[in-house]
Antibody
């Protein structure tokens, strides 16, 4: 069955960097766009970034552009989110999700990133 | 950016009742509208895609309708497991995605 598992979250100081990962299994990873979506504590969902199935195109929400970089390794069935210059308002649960047409059909359980001094 | 507005913010109903949740887009999104269910401590789960198609494993009591700017998620007869937060989401003419702010469906 389809499985998506995030890892790499933790507590980091403002201005520092962190990389979170998402390991996928149960489907042909290289055929699917992959997304990151975040959710601040007690808040709604915010889309963060998408990477095309072949890694050729990447798009970001304005608030992370220039600070976050999405990438993937299709040989490892893994997608990454490199987060630089982290801010307190980046604190959130970060979910990885598989793109299916115009929706997101399978989600991981998330990895929590806390930015705090 | 296409803004999605969900209403009501909170809906209080009893099991067995019919639930009607609304999502309005500031500009037309065709039928590129999805709905997600999220329970406390869990990841979102896709319920409806392309406005009216049920995702895999979603019971028939869930239905979606609408096109353009006005969309509805209907749950015909509420089960205890249906009480959750529901989000709409669009991805129409750009690679980016936006979500509505959510509707909390709570037990009355």
């Amino acid at each position: 069955q389809v499985q998506v598992v995030e890892s790499g979250g933790g507590v980091v100081q403002p201005g520092r960097s962190l990389r979170v990962s998402c390991a996928a299994s149960g489907f042909t990873f290289s055929n699917y766009d992959m997304h990151w979506v975040r959710q601040a504590p007690g808040k709604g969902l915010e889309w963060v970034a998408v990477i095309w199935y072949d890694g050729t195109k990447k798009y970001y929400v304005d608030s992370v552009m220039g600070r976050f970089t999405i990438s993937r390794d299709n040989s490892r069935n893994t997608v990454y989110l490199q987060m630089n210059s982290l801010r307190v308002d980046d604190t959130a649960m970060y979910y990885c999700a598989r793109g299916a047409g115009r929706a997101l059909d399978d989600w991981g359980q998330g990895t929590l990133v806390t930015v705090s001094s | 950016e296409i803004v999605l507005t969900q209403s009501p913010a909170t809906l209080s109903l009893s099991p067995g009742e019919r639930a009607t949740l609304s999502c309005r887009a500031r500009q037309g999104v065709g039928t590129y509208l999805a709905w997600y269910q999220q329970k406390p401590g869990q990841a979102p789960r896709l319920v409806i895609y392309d406005a009216s198609n049920r995702a895999t494993g979603i019971p028939a009591r869930f239905s979606g309708s609408g096109s353009g700017t006005d969309f509805t998620l209907t749950i015909s007869s509420l089960e205890p497991a249906d009480f959750a937060v529901y989000y709409c989401q669009q991805r129409s003419d750009s690679p980016s995605i936006t979500f509505g702010q959510g509707t909390r469906l709570e037990i009355k």
